[in-house]
């Protein structure tokens, strides 16, 4: 699949697409599995590599300084992303569901992923910006797996309400 040689619009709609589920996905109670948490980001991020190899963009200094500018947002918005979905217990299975926090961080990542593009069309990096759009959010969702997964291996209790504790110290 190649993204970037394509129509601009049907990849906008595919990504826009893509994050309606995922976005969604993370705002629904479901359990904690290591397959659900990495599997799309990881096909994502491979996808997203691929597309970038086969874009052939230009590279420029302003396109490498956005791009990793880019980067640096998407894997800290991940973490925060990570550490605000909830955990908790349910008929023995430990679940996870997104909130308003994990909806906020959502819009700001989309954001700030809409105005880094525009900016670099501005600054003439646009088609390297646009042939990173796929692996950016791979990596950003990787992220945020990584967290999550780290977060549930630390549980060790479960109270009355179904509320996981983590053990904290050595």
């Not at 601009?8 to 479901?30: E, S």
């Not at 909806?103 to 900016?119: C, E, F, H, P, S």
């Not at 692996?135 to 009355?160: E, F, K, M």
């Amino acid at each position: 699949m190649d993204f970037a040689s394509g129509n601009p619009l049907v990849t906008a709609l595919v990504v826009a697409a893509l994050l309606v589920w995922v976005v969604t996905r993370q705002l629904t109670d479901r359990p904690v599995t290591d397959r659900r948490t990495m599997l799309v980001p990881l096909v994502l991020t491979v996808l997203g590599v691929l597309t970038l190899l086969q874009a052939h963009a230009p590279v420029t200094t302003v396109g490498l300084a956005l791009t990793g500018v880019e980067l640096l947002l998407v894997v800290g918005l991940g973490v925060l992303r990570g550490r605000s979905v909830r955990l908790f217990v349910r008929d023995g299975v430990l679940h996870q569901r997104g909130g308003a926090v994990t909806l906020a961080l959502w819009v700001l990542t989309i954001g700030l992923r809409i105005g880094l593009g525009l900016l670099a069309v501005r600054l003439g990096a646009g088609a390297l910006e646009s042939a990173t759009l796929l692996a950016s959010l791979g990596l950003s969702l990787l992220v945020q797996g990584w967290v999550l997964r780290a977060r549930a291996t630390t549980v060790t209790s479960v109270d009355g309400a179904g509320t996981p504790h983590a053990r904290i110290g050595g």
